[in-house]
């Protein structure tokens, strides 16, 4: 079992936290939250939690480094599918058959494609302490295909965009995989892109952003 750091010391007990190439949409879509108007989803603490909650909120805390903050805070408001969440990505981080910088990469792909600022601010350091090059995280940072990337990185990179912005996976990508990969690492690879889809999707709904006092990755105007 991988030691839980940062967004999945924030995404737990096993964990939570999942899209979609560069420009994809239009970084308009992905604007930060308002700032003059109350919060969609005010932050909870331990003390507001109710007796469904609760439980899921003791299991947060042992390993979040953000506490209840991140996708936490939506996930709290529907706690039946807020725990059966943080179960499901228990195994997309610690137990996953794709090995942790690899799933990293295709974790902060989707981040960069939705322009998540929480899933980036978590996850580009974890990618970065798993042993992926700070130049390949800059090239994507920019918005741009890395350069210089040794063949297992090409490959998840290549699978994951194509599939997140083509809504397929050609025979040329597959068979490249299949030469990295056996048949549980793609279905893995496939289901932590889709999950943290899911996870930028949370974000973006609940206007979540980086910790108070922490800047944002990404900043107004960029690509």
Not at 43 to 53: E, H, I, N
Not at 79 to 106: C, H, I, M
Not at 130 to 151: C, F, H, V, Y
Request: glycine content about 6%; aromatic content about 8%.
């Amino acid at each position: 079992m991988k030691s839980p750091s940062l967004w999945m010391s924030s995404i737990g007990l096993s964990s939570l936290a999942v899209a979609a190439a560069s420009g994809w949409f239009a970084a308009t879509m992905f604007a930060g939250p308002a700032t003059s108007k109350e919060p969609r989803f005010p932050q909870l603490t331990m003390d507001q939690l109710d007796a469904r909650q609760k439980p899921l909120g003791e299991q947060v805390m042992k390993v979040s480094s953000v506490g209840l903050a991140g996708p936490y805070n939506p996930m709290m408001r529907s706690p039946v599918l807020g725990q059966k969440l943080f179960d499901l990505f228990a195994y997309l981080r610690w137990d996953t058959s794709v090995p942790v910088k690899l799933n990293e990469f295709a974790i902060i792909i989707i981040g960069r494609q939705w322009r998540s600022q929480v899933e980036w601010f978590a996850h580009a350091p974890l990618a970065q302490k798993a042993g992926l090059s700070p130049q390949i995280i800059a090239d994507l940072k920019a918005n741009k295909r890395p350069a210089n990337m040794a063949e297992d990185e090409a490959t998840v990179y290549d699978f994951v965009t194509e599939l997140t912005t083509t809504h397929k996976v050609s025979d040329a990508t597959y068979a490249r995989a299949k030469k990295i990969f056996n048949d549980q690492q793609i279905v893995d690879l496939t289901a932590v892109a889709g999950n943290y889809v899911m996870v930028a999707m949370l974000l973006a709904m609940a206007e979540e952003s980086t910790p108070p006092g922490k800047e944002a990755p990404f900043k107004p105007g960029e690509p």
